[in-house]
């Protein structure tokens, strides 16, 4: 009966990337090969964060440990993790990690045909206490014919194939778009495969909650100010929203993307151009969030029309339900 066939039908996320690709006849299957390089990775991560008490691995960069061993920190030591398991693929020519400075550009013996940026272990100022973090990654196909460049991926959103995060949580969480809506996978560890648990998610059309570091408030500009205004002091008869704000990305995105309502990281008088990153944290959440019927903009417009110049480039981000991030649109139209 259904409930059986529920436990012995796992559709882990190979076999729905390759339902997905095969509706996609041009397909080579490269796209499968990437992600499930992308998924080593994340559970690497995943083990490492799980132990990272234990195994002292949350040491500063440089350190040693009682063995006298090199320790590393568990962002450094993911990025290596996700800049090998990428450039191993042989999928990927260009990576963007927010951990190095430059690009790295794939030797051309190991190339392949898309480009990934990441942020291979967000929020890391919360290791140590526990609270949850992630991996953010974004992937761009590389323009045919011609030598990889920084142009390759300095691309509006919009372009992106693909988009996900890893939340390493209570449990495991992979979710992932690749332009047909957006999809969970919960890591089942006795199998050590990603499991969808979460179809097609849905952001609902408003929420109840807004997520915002209230500590910035003095230097925040006049849209999102009396925006946070309206969601304490509601002036259409509707009950205030609730605050909620963990500081680390990937959850206050997760939790946002389930249970609806606004994630803003505006603009103030010290970071005008906001703290988030527009490669690797603002544009793969924006795109989750569009392809769950959600929105992102960034004050002045849809956060995946953006062009970057550079890299490391910065933007304010306001995501989440449709209809709370229109409100903070309005105020911003309001403005001009
Ligand atoms: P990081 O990339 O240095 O970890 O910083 C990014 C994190 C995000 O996860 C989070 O949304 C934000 O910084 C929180 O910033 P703040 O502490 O200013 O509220
Ligand atoms: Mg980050």
């Not at 952001?203 to 209230?214: A, L, M, Q, T």
């Not at 605050?243 to 010290?270: N, Q, W």
């Not at 995501?319 to 139209?333: F, M, P, T």
């Amino acid at each position: 009966h259904a409930a059986d066939a529920h436990r012995t039908d796992l559709m882990t996320i190979t076999r729905f990337v390759l339902n997905e690709q095969s509706k996609h006849p041009e397909s080579r299957g490269d796209f499968t090969i990437l992600l499930s390089h992308i998924v080593l990775g994340c559970k690497f991560v995943c083990t490492a964060v799980n132990k990272a008490g234990l195994a002292k691995l949350i040491g500063l960069a440089g350190e040693t440990n009682v063995q006298g061993e090199e320790q590393k920190k568990l962002d450094v030591l993911s990025n290596e993790v996700f800049i090998k398991a990428l450039v191993s693929s042989g999928r990927t020519s260009i990576l963007v990690s927010e951990e190095d400075e430059e690009a790295t550009i794939v030797e051309k013996s190991k190339r392949g045909r898309y480009c990934v940026v990441f942020d291979p272990l967000d929020g890391s100022s919360n290791i140590d206490c526990g609270v949850s973090i992630g991996t953010i990654f974004g992937i761009y196909a590389l323009n045919d014919g011609h030598e990889p460049s920084l142009d390759d991926v300095l691309q509006p959103g919009k372009n992106m194939l693909a988009a996900g995060y890893c939340m390493y949580g209570s449990s495991c969480t992979l979710v992932l778009s690749t332009g047909g809506g957006v999809n969970g996978f919960t890591l089942d560890p006795s199998l050590g495969e990603f499991i969808l648990t979460h179809p097609d998610i849905k952001i609902p059309k408003k929420g109840k909650i807004y997520s915002v570091n209230e500590g910035n408030a003095k230097n925040w500009d006049g849209p999102t100010a009396k925006y946070v205004e309206q969601c304490k002091f509601p002036k259409d008869g509707s009950s205030p929203k609730s605050l909620r704000y963990i500081g680390s990305m990937v959850a206050d995105v997760h939790r946002t993307l389930l249970y609806g309502g606004i994630f803003l990281y505006p603009a103030d008088k010290k970071s005008p151009n906001g703290k988030l990153r527009v490669l690797y944290e603002v544009f793969p959440m924006s795109f989750l969030m569009e392809q769950a019927g959600g929105q992102a903009f960034t004050g002045k417009q849809r956060a995946l029309d953006l062009v970057p110049k550079k890299i490391h480039e910065r933007s304010p981000i306001f995501l989440g339900s449709y209809d709370d991030v229109e409100e903070i649109k309005a105020l911003y139209a309001a403005e001009e």
